[in-house]
């Protein structure tokens, strides 16, 4: 459990993290309007999280855990965390009925200057699917209590995956861009 402070979700504390992405170069990526109003910031934090009860958003695995071995309610955490400058890293993990996704992406260092060129075009992607896996949930395409599953960490393989249902683990497919990959699968359950 996270015991750190939480301060009440406000347009200032939004408005700082906002900030912070942008001057990093980071663009912002998209907030669901039912998760908004439930962002809260945690003392000293440079991220916004929907949760009072788990850890920053630098521990992955601790989210991915949880997500196969227990049945978390909606969320988003969004934002910079990390350890020092060559270790952090901008993070946005959305977890709802259709669609899960857990992704990172380093921030410019001075080994690496530049953030990803594309990253505004993934954080659209990443709306559009959240979009797509209702759309296929509505045909069928994912069944029962299935989600789609996305996971792209910074620095490590990604990876997509249908859940069964919530708590239970994920068929993982390992790829060289999960993204792209779910997008596909997404289109092609879309489209039939």
């Not at 920053?56 to 196969?68: D, H, I």
């Not at 270790?87 to 977890?95: E, I, Q, R």
């Not at 490590?156 to 790829?175: K, L």
């Amino acid at each position: 459990m996270n015991s750190k402070k939480m301060l009440q979700p406000n347009d200032q504390a939004k408005e700082t993290i906002n900030k912070a992405m942008l001057e990093a170069g980071l663009p912002v990526p998209p907030v669901p309007k039912n998760l908004s109003d439930q962002l809260q910031c945690p003392d000293d934090a440079g991220y916004l999280t929907t949760r009072s009860n788990a850890p920053g958003p630098w521990n992955l695995s601790w989210f991915l855990n949880e997500v196969e071995q227990k049945t978390p309610d909606h969320y988003l955490v969004f934002g910079i965390d990390g350890h020092g400058v060559e270790s952090a890293a901008t993070h946005y993990y959305l977890v709802d009925n259709d669609f899960a996704i857990f992704h990172q992406s380093h921030l410019p260092t001075p080994h690496h200057p530049d953030p990803e060129a594309d990253l505004a075009d993934q954080y659209e992607l990443i709306a559009i699917m959240a979009v797509a896996a209702a759309e296929a949930r509505e045909k069928g395409k994912l069944p029962g209590n299935s989600r789609i599953v996305v996971v792209r960490p910074a620095g490590m393989p990604s990876a997509w995956g249908i859940q069964p249902a919530p708590g239970q683990p994920v068929q993982w497919q390992e790829t060289s861009n999960a993204l792209l990959d779910a997008c596909d699968w997404l289109k092609t359950s879309v489209e039939d």
